[in-house]
């Protein structure tokens, strides 16, 4: 006993040392990011936490599914939607702390594994060797929407029709795409210029003048506006700073 007494006020002041000396405790805001957004998500995260400390848990699913849940109670703190129309609803209806804001606009390609003329990505969507084309829910993905709209304009949506196969987000459209089950299909721009998928497979841009601007807009939400307002804050302040807008104009996306 007179041993073991002999070495606590050791003992004590380097259990002290090491308590000061550890970091501390980083806390976890899980974001809902719509699948357009799920390869950009990990670099913002990464810079993220490397600023701050602090880790994103990301859910990724079409922005529309997500509004579903958020107002059935599913405990997310921030929302990066793929329009502005999904956040503006959850604002009005109580479920986000502010009217959203738009932190990037996203650009719609067309998108194949095979060997297809892009050039000429109308032809190439209506010529026999195309039997399947991926497209994202329309009602739920904002991108499937502007897709469609697109195809409208150039009087193809019905000629089309029945080689449209529908994912429920950008997410399984794209593996639609990739994986051939589809032999082309639209998606977001950011996806091809991620650096898994960087080169594969060929994609074009559709003009601009075919759909309507894809404004996404972000949003705080009750979640974490009550359980984690600084940090919730922390993250939408970031999404919106200098380092955070290098990083999506290098997936391709047009800043606000």
């Known amino acids: 006993m007179k041993i073991l007494s002999r070495f606590l006020p050791a003992l ?22 719509a699948a357009n957004a799920e390869y950009v998500f990990n670099d913002l995260a990464a810079q993220f936490k490397k600023d701050s400390g602090n880790d994103l848990k990301p859910i990724i699913n079409s922005s529309g599914k997500f509004v579903t849940q958020i107002e059935n109670g599913a405990p997310y703190d921030v929302f990066l939607s793929a329009d502005m129309e999904f956040p503006e609803k959850l604002f009005k209806d109580g479920y986000a702390s502010a009217a959203p804001k738009p932190y990037a606009y996203g650009a719609l390609i067309v998108w194949s594994m095979k060997d297809l003329d892009m050039h ?6 209506n010529t026999p060797a195309v039997s399947k084309i991926a497209v ?8 499937g929407r502007e897709a469609m709209k697109a195809l409208a304009k150039v009087k193809l949506d019905q000629v089309l ?7 429920e987000s ?3 459209t794209n593996q639609y795409i990739y994986s051939s089950v589809a032999d082309i299909g639209f998606t977001a721009k950011s996806v091809v210029l991620a650096p898994d998928l960087k080169g594969k497979g060929k994609w074009v841009e559709v003009p601009k ?11 705080i939400l009750k979640h974490g506006q009550e359980s984690n307002p600084k940090l919730a804050k922390a993250f939408y302040d970031y999404l919106y ?13 047009l800043l606000p």
Do not use: C, M
Request: hydrophobic share 50%; glycine share 4%.
């Open 209 to 219: 003048d075919l759909y309507e601007p894809i404004a996404q807009g972000a949003v």
């Open 120 to 125: 000429t990505w109308q032809s190439a969507l």
């Open 136 to 143: 994202a829910n329309p009602q739920t993905a904002p991108y």
């Open 161 to 167: 029709a029945p080689k449209l196969v529908f994912g």
């Open 241 to 253: 700073s200098d380092k955070a807008r290098a990083i999506l104009e290098r997936y391709g996306y």
């Open 170 to 172: 950008i997410a399984q």
């Open 12 to 33: 004590f002041l380097t259990t002290q040392f090491l308590a000061a000396a550890a970091p501390a405790h980083a806390d976890t805001l899980t974001v809902a990011v």
